[in-house]
């Protein structure tokens, strides 16, 4: 698309006159975004409509990625970027007197997600578009995002995320497209002529209305579609008979339970818990997405034997497993497919990937909330179950006695994990290690009745919005020195391995990095008051607050350092500023103490005269897409320091790498592969590997206490959880202190201490060496190419979904 910067102008103020009536002179930011915003989906919507009727025609395969979350942060910078309006919109809205970052900053997040999985899945529809690959999303239109974070004496407090107060630019309500979902009642079989009809009644019946978000890719023609589903009540399926009044009073009952649906989005991430209502969620989406998707299909197709040659249902974590025997029940019940047919289509066309092995974050769901929330569903699951078991034990009779540890349904719980792998075609992973501790240890029997199930996609981020979007001047850079080939070849990007050791580069790329690290101060300056030193070290902390993740770790670091400077008012050492950035599930109280200790440590050492000028901890409140937009183009060093074999993936990871920081890693997740790419010499690892975690794991020989004993830095750094450090009276950072020596430290926290403080040090004589730093900063930028999300979805594309460009 090009447009000049008059016509520009000419379409703004034409927009403004018919929908808010105003001149610009009087147009505040919120109204220039809601212009540009207007004007731009005006664009939008023309190639849509194109694109929906050239995918009805050629009737290619789709791909539809199911996910409870979608975590798009803000859509209107990118949306230009792909449209190729960005810079002609940053013209005349200067020319029109707005600052253009002030007017973007208007829109709110759409925090429609926790963490990495729904990130991710963002990630994946921006490459899905930009290979213009059929490929679309299917989630929940949550009325409350992931909550706001307010800290109130260093304490996290919970607010809710309204960000359908302004409208939301980007949907389109699609009414006519709305379709019934239904739940509880009960069901009975009818058997006539050798075939049964399933009656179900008595059930609540609710509406499933989808609002459409067109996802634009770069530069290509195709715009997909993200449809999320909101709930609604269905005032015709309710009889008024009562004079009295109480059918009224029902009906408002009801209207409220189905609102509740998709009223918010369930905060915890790697944690599961059996709530009724998420179970309500998730069989919503999967039910209100299928049917739309089949119904399309059905105007096209005479068979649903062709489904798998035209559709393939992608599965985000076992979140929506149970569009196994939702499809299921359609074929047979309502197409009258036998079983074995029916299962042979939906085995074909379901595909799952796992994103954890943390045993407390695996859903299992009690079989009678499922019995009576989803009685035909529950039969469904429990005849898969039977005849997974039957074929278990003739089939691999050598499995007989692992039967009970690899079925769907026991000791009355339903096993999510289990059921999507029995029911889907691919069982993929996030990482190399991630999948080879799927395939060699978590999901061993599964291997080895599946094997050819099993694959890795490591996962990647979108580089337009990574680093185009985020942060153009490295882009300008990159450009400068080696053309503008990367953008849509991110690999192209090894290029700049010439320029490692370019004393010219070096220095550009340096001042560009200082630049960032001083917008990035001046906000902080701005939003917190406090000011930090844009020439020390941006040693950067931002994920989800979880033990496993070790913010802890990084905090023990930094008490040790405030020690050392205590000690020696002479003690030399480069000046830091630890930026964190984490939320906390609402009731996981580990996590909210740690988050409060990084709080108080803030406080210690950013006032004590001996660390001061050496020393900064800043906590971030509400850390969130947009933020991490403007953390991660400033940041020096990433820590990446999660216990080995518990992080799935990461993908921060490559978002810093991608932006000149060097990780401090754990061999675990995608670190391993960045390790790889960059080699040893250009990421600092430290820590115990995996397969050492596995081993204390399986012998027991462990002792946290010991390690506490023998290590004087450490014994200094803990007791201050216990004494009148913080404060006088305070013993609240106890229970940190007992998790780590009494319940004998499950991150293994003590265990890599020793060897994390030995990589700091590492970090810091590179840094000081600043000639060594670029080069190794600029290598990293070079490798970076692999972890696009467009390499990913081009696997996934050719390798499981097998979906062509359009
Ligand atoms: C499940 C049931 C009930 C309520 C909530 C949940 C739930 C919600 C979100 C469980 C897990 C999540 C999110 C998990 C997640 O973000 N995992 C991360 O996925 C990333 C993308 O693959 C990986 O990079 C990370 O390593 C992984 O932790």
């Given at each position: 698309m090009s447009l000049s910067q008059q016509e520009f102008i000419d379409l703004f103020n034409d927009k403004l006159t018919t929908t808010l009536g105003i001149r610009v002179e009087e147009a505040t930011n919120k109204e220039a975004y809601q212009t540009v915003s207007l004007l731009l989906k005006d664009i939008i919507l023309?190639?849509?409509?194109?694109?929906?009727?050239?995918?009805?025609?050629?009737?290619?395969?789709?791909?539809?990625?199911?996910?409870?979350?979608?975590?798009?942060?803000?859509?209107?910078?990118?949306?230009?970027?792909?449209?190729?309006?960005?810079?002609?919109?940053?013209?005349?809205?200067?020319?029109?007197?707005?600052?253009?970052?002030?007017?973007?900053?208007?829109?709110?997040?759409?925090?429609?997600?926790?963490?990495?999985?729904?990130?991710?899945?963002?990630?994946?529809?921006?490459?899905?578009?930009?290979?213009?690959?059929?490929?679309?999303?299917?989630?929940i239109r949550y009325k409350y995002g992931l909550f706001q974070q307010k800290m109130v004496d260093g304490y996290q407090v919970e607010l809710p995320d309204y960000w359908l107060n302004d409208d939301y630019m980007w949907e389109t309500k699609r009414s006519e497209k709305a379709v019934e979902v239904h739940?509880?009642?009960?069901?009975?079989?009818?058997?006539?002529?050798?075939?049964?009809?399933?009656?179900?009644?008595?059930?609540?019946?609710v509406l499933a209305v989808p609002y459409d978000v067109p996802i634009v890719g770069y530069e290509t023609d195709a715009v997909?579609?993200?449809?999320?589903?909101?709930?609604?009540?269905?005032?015709?399926?309710?009889?008024?008979?009562?004079?009295?009044?109480?059918?009224?009073?029902h009906y408002l009952d009801y209207k409220r339970s189905v609102e509740q649906i998709s009223e918010f989005l369930y905060p915890d991430d790697s944690y599961y818990e059996g709530k009724l209502l998420r179970l309500k969620q998730q069989y919503f989406l999967v039910s209100a997405?299928?049917?739309?998707?089949?119904?399309?299909?059905?105007?096209?197709?005479?068979?649903?034997?062709?489904?798998?040659?035209?559709?393939?249902?992608?599965i985000n974590d076992t979140h929506p497993s149970l569009i196994i025997p939702e499809l299921m029940r359609i074929l047979m019940d309502e197409e009258k497919f036998g079983w074995d047919d029916a299962?042979?289509?939906?085995?074909?066309t379901v595909a799952y990937t796992n994103h954890t092995t943390l045993v407390e974050a695996l859903e299992k769901w009690p079989t009678e909330m499922v019995k009576s929330l989803l009685p035909r569903i529950y039969m469904i699951i429990e005849e898969i179950n039977e005849r997974f078991c039957q074929s278990i034990y003739f089939d691999f009779p050598h499995l007989r006695e692992k039967i009970a540890d690899m079925a769907i349904i026991s000791y009355e719980q339903i096993h999510m994990a289990h059921l999507a792998i029995v029911g889907s075609y691919s069982v993929n992973g996030v990482a190399k290690l991630h999948t080879d501790i799927l395939k060699n240890r978590e999901m061993k029997n599964f291997y080895t009745v599946f094997p050819e199930r099993f694959n890795n996609k490591t996962n990647g981020i979108t580089h337009r919005r990574w680093l185009l979007n985020v942060n153009r001047d490295l882009a300008n850079k990159i450009t400068g020195a080696i053309g503008e080939n990367w953008i849509q070849e991110p690999r192209e990007l090894i290029q700049l391995i010439k320029y490692a050791d370019d004393a010219s580069f070096q220095k550009q790329i340096a001042e560009v990095k200082h630049t960032n690290k001083e917008k990035l101060a001046a906000y902080i300056k701005e939003h917190y008051q406090i000011t930090i030193n844009p020439n020390?070290?941006?040693?950067?902390?931002?994920?989800r607050l979880h033990g496993y993740k070790r913010q802890l770790l990084n905090l023990f670091h930094i008490l040790h350092l405030y020690q050392l400077c205590v000690?020696?008012?002479?003690?030399?050492?480069?000046?830091?500023?630890?930026?964190?950035?984490?939320?906390?599930?609402?009731?996981?109280?580990?996590?909210?103490?740690?988050?409060?200790?990084?709080?108080?440590?803030?406080?210690?050492?950013?006032?004590?005269?001996a660390t001061k000028d050496k020393m900064k901890v800043v906590f971030l409140e509400n850390y969130k897409v947009s933020l991490a937009e403007k953390i991660i183009p400033a940041a020096d060093l990433s820590e990446q320091i999660s216990t080995a074999s518990k992080e799935a993936s990461g993908t921060g990871n490559m978002k810093l790498m991608m932006n000149g920081a060097l990780t401090i890693g754990t061999l675990d997740g995608a670190n391993?592969?960045?390790?790889?790419?960059?080699?040893?010499?250009?990421?600092?690892?430290?820590?115990?590997?995996?397969?050492?975690?596995?081993?204390?794991?399986?012998?027991?020989?462990?002792?946290?206490?010991?390690?506490?004993?023998?290590?004087?830095?450490?014994?200094?750094?803990?007791?201050?959880?216990?004494?009148?450090?913080?404060?006088?009276?305070?013993?609240?950072?106890?229970?940190?202190y007992y998790s780590l020596l009494y319940n004998n430290d499950e991150y293994f926290v003590l265990r890599d201490f020793d060897s994390y403080v030995e990589a700091q040090q590492h970090v810091e004589q590179t840094y000081r060496n600043q000639q060594s730093w670029l080069k190794k900063s600029i290598t990293n930028m070079a490798h970076s190419g692999k972890f696009s999300s467009d390499r990913t979805i081009s696997e996934y594309a050719n390798q499981i979904w097998d979906i062509h460009p359009q």
């Open positions: 023309r190639k849509w409509q194109l694109t929906q009727t050239n995918q009805l025609e050629t009737d290619e395969k789709q791909m539809y990625y199911f996910s409870m979350e979608f975590l798009l942060g803000r859509l209107i910078e990118s949306n230009l970027l792909n449209m190729g309006l960005l810079e002609v919109c940053e013209n005349a809205l200067k020319e029109l007197g707005f600052e253009p970052a002030q007017v973007f900053t208007e829109e709110h997040d759409a925090g429609l997600g926790n963490g990495g999985l729904g990130r991710l899945a963002a990630c994946f529809l921006d490459s899905l578009a930009s290979l213009n690959l059929p490929g679309h999303g299917v989630g739940f509880g009642g009960h069901v009975t079989l009818e058997k006539k002529d050798n075939q049964y009809t399933v009656h179900h009644q008595n059930y609540e019946r997909n579609t993200l449809r999320l589903w909101s709930a609604e009540s269905m005032p015709n399926s309710f009889h008024f008979h009562s004079p009295k009044g109480h059918d009224y009073y997405g299928l049917q739309s998707i089949l119904k399309r299909f059905k105007s096209k197709h005479q068979s649903f034997q062709l489904l798998p040659q035209k559709v393939s249902l992608q299962w042979e289509i939906t085995t074909s020390s070290i941006f040693d950067v902390h931002i994920k000690d020696n008012p002479n003690y030399q050492m480069v000046p830091r500023t630890f930026i964190f950035g984490a939320k906390a599930a609402p009731g996981y109280h580990f996590a909210k103490q740690v988050i409060k200790l990084i709080t108080a440590t803030a406080e210690k050492v950013n006032n004590n005269p391993i592969e960045i390790s790889d790419m960059v080699g040893p010499k250009n990421i600092f690892t430290f820590g115990l590997t995996s397969d050492q975690v596995f081993d204390y794991q399986k012998n027991g020989q462990y002792r946290a206490r010991d390690i506490y004993n023998s290590d004087k830095r450490l014994r200094e750094v803990m007791d201050k959880l216990l004494g009148t450090f913080f404060s006088p009276d305070d013993v609240e950072f106890k229970n940190i």
